[in-house]
Each structure stands twice: as structure tokens, then as C-alpha cells.
């Protein structure tokens, strides 16, 4: 079973400064993927990244990358030089052989 | 269409009536989740179905919610005797098999639910 927790309900970044979002995670699944969604006021849910339990490497995607820990079981998202649009929701979700399970996530507030 | 679909986009309605909610998932996506999310809240899962497994129910926060997937595409949630509480946005999200976890779920854009 999958468990996922953000233990951040809020943040505050400089707009330019990088900010880091935690997330935990506890599975008993080998295999498992986690993933970071972005909400904006809009509503809309945004895929940002993807890590593999396996990746040796730390997924980036432009901006956005995910410092994956796995001893610690721990999948904090980077992102870097905030910009004003980052001001969101931020969902961390992981995915073994059953469901995606999302955490309760982390709103992100850059100020200019 | 390419993405998840869901349909009304907004829905009011008056406490103690039911209410449909409809989702087109992405074709051939076999897992389809259904979560509430309350205002400024995170994601309340409801339930999973997965290809023709049976789903996974342990999110319906009373029986008065149930959904079904027919033919395993469209999904409908329904709400028996609304309450006001019921109000929120419903998102469905559809996946490709369980087999492939290196994919995310995609969204739609949801259903608001306001209970007067």
C-alpha cells in the first residue's frame, strides 16, 4: 500500500529564489513511481515530473526537479528561480501495482 | 476528444436530490479514479477501477455515493439525498494499466457540486 505525506500545508518564496517541497512516502510495493502535480487557481491538474523507484538519476524537467531519496524514502520537489505563475497547489502521488495515491499537498505562495 | 472528459462542468442542485456525475476517460486508459477535493482542501480519494477488477470502493465516504464503469470506459458517480457537505469539485483522473507505473494519472477539468 502506498502512503504519501506532505507535511507542508503552506509555503512562501521569493520570486527568483529556488524552493523545496517535501514529500515522504511508505510502500511496500519493489516497484513504484512518484509523481508531482501542479494546481492553479484554475483548477486544472498539471504533470510536472516523474521519478522511478529504480532511476538512478534525479528526474528534472526544466524548472522542476525531484531530489529522490530512497533510503529515506523521501521525493522533495525543486524548483528553481520561482516565478510568479509557480504560485500553486503542489501535490506529491506515488504509484505501485495498485492505485496512484496522492498526498494532501502544499501551496506555494511566490511574492515578487 | 484526447484528454478526460467530464460532464456537467457545473452542477447545482437542491439538498436531498441525486445527482450524476460523468466521466469520458482517455481511450484505453483501463484505470479510472474518481477524488473530491473541497474548496482550497487536497484530493479525497473515492474510488478505483482497474480493467475489470473489482473496484476499490474504500474511499465513499457513506453509502449514499456509488459509481459504476460501464464497458469499462465511461463512469458515472452518483450521490443519493444530497447534503450540503456533498459540495465540491469531483475530478476524475484515467491511467493505462496498472502494469505501467511509469505513467501519471491525467485529470479532468472536474465537476463542481454545489448543494443549496
Known amino acids: 500500500a502506498q502512503k504519501i505525506t506532505q507535511t507542508q500545508p503552506g509555503m512562501f518564496v521569493q520570486e527568483k529564489e529556488a524552493v523545496t517541497l517535501d514529500c515522504t512516502y511508505d510502500?511496500?510495493?519493489?516497484?513504484?513511481?512518484l509523481f508531482w502535480y501542479k494546481q492553479p487557481s484554475s483548477g486544472e491538474m498539471i504533470f510536472l515530473i516523474y521519478q522511478g523507484s529504480y532511476d538512478e538519476q534525479n528526474a528534472t524537467e526544466g524548472r522542476y526537479s525531484l531530489n529522490f531519496q530512497k533510503a529515506r524514502k523521501s521525493a522533495n520537489l525543486v524548483i528553481s528561480a520561482s516565478q510568479l505563475g509557480d504560485s500553486a497547489m503542489y501535490f506529491c502521488a506515488g504509484r505501485g501495482y495498485q492505485k496512484v495515491t496522492f498526498g494532501i499537498g502544499t501551496k506555494l505562495q511566490v511574492i515578487p | 476528444g484526447a484528454g478526460v472528459s467530464q460532464s456537467p462542468s457545473n452542477k447545482v442542485t437542491e439538498k436531498g436530490k441525486d445527482v450524476e456525475l460523468r466521466c469520458d476517460p482517455i481511450s484505453g486508459h483501463t484505470a479510472l479514479y474518481w477524488y473530491r477535493q473541497s474548496l482550497g482542501q487536497g484530493l479525497e480519494f473515492l474510488i478505483y477501477?482497474?480493467?475489470?477488477?473489482?473496484?476499490?470502493k474504500s474511499g465513499l465516504p457513506s453509502d449514499r455515493f456509488s459509481a459504476e464503469r460501464t464497458g469499462g470506459s465511461v463512469s458515472t458517480l452518483t450521490i443519493q439525498r444530497t447534503q450540503q457537505e456533498d459540495s465540491a469539485v469531483y475530478l476524475c483522473?484515467?491511467?493505462?494499466?496498472?502494469?505501467?507505473?511509469?505513467?501519471?494519472?491525467?485529470f479532468g477539468q472536474g465537476t463542481r457540486l454545489t448543494v443549496v
Open positions: 477501477f482497474q480493467g475489470n477488477s473489482a473496484p476499490d
Open positions: 483522473a484515467s491511467s493505462p494499466g496498472s502494469s505501467l507505473m511509469n505513467t501519471e494519472a491525467f
Open positions: 510502500t511496500s510495493d519493489q516497484s513504484y513511481g
